[in-house]
């Protein structure tokens, strides 16, 4: 894949981030933010707000698009080391990160959320990622499936690492930055071999 495609997946993911980030923002209305600047109606407020979700959404696409690629580093890293277990030990990663986020959030709550919405959540994570996996492994081989779950998975809780050490799961902006990164996640994952299925072509021809 040569440099040109490299900026053009950066520049779509990072526009793609930030189209999220203002989308999910009009849902959660983060402190009434857009509710000050519509009652009564202030445009240049407006529009400030707007350009400010917009940058949050930028801002996650870069820490998603700087976890994908140490994601493909890690990847080949894990075959050299552990050869055919890497599979194995992928799982056994997926499994620890989804214990950590069920288990340190639950304990910083400190009992005023239950548990049973932390197990959900996780749940929810564990399905999107198994769905996408399946959607990858479809589109290539049948051995993505395990790497492209522990991206989807490990990885985005990695990236999501930021606000769970600061307490904000389940505040506006945390809902806003897993979307951005599930979005700009998949997106990156299921382009990826399309981009270096045309590389391929063209050097054939």
């Not at 202030?42 to 350009?51: A, E, K, R, S, Y």
């Not at 990164?181 to 299921?190: G, I, M, P, R, S």
Request: hydrophobic share 55%.
């Amino acid at each position: 894949m040569n440099s040109r495609k490299v900026v053009n997946l950066f520049l779509k993911t990072l526009a793609l981030g930030g189209l999220v980030g203002l989308i999910v923002s009009f849902f959660v209305n983060v402190s009434g933010a857009y509710t000050e600047n519509l009652q009564p109606f202030n445009f240049v407020g407006l529009i400030g707000v707007m350009i400010f979700f917009f940058g949050h959404g930028l801002l996650y696409s870069a820490v998603s698009q700087t976890g994908f690629f140490a994601y493909l580093y890690v990847h080949r890293l894990g075959l050299s080391i552990f050869r055919s277990f890497w599979p194995v030990v992928q799982i056994v990663l997926i499994a620890f990160v989804v214990f950590d986020l069920i288990y340190f959030p639950y304990q910083r709550a400190e009992g005023e959320v239950a548990l049973i919405w932390f197990i959900l959540a996780a749940a929810a994570l564990v399905i999107y990622g198994w769905v996408i996996a399946k959607i990858k492994a479809k589109e290539t081989k049948k051995h993505a499936f395990i790497p492209a779950l522990f991206f989807m998975v490990a990885i985005t809780v990695v990236e999501w690492v930021p606000a769970l050490r600061i307490g904000l799961v389940g505040s506006e902006f945390s809902i806003i930055m897993i979307f951005t990164l599930l979005a700009c996640n998949t997106y990156q994952l299921l382009v990826l071999h399309r981009l270096n299925n045309s590389s391929n072509d063209k050097k054939a021809k």
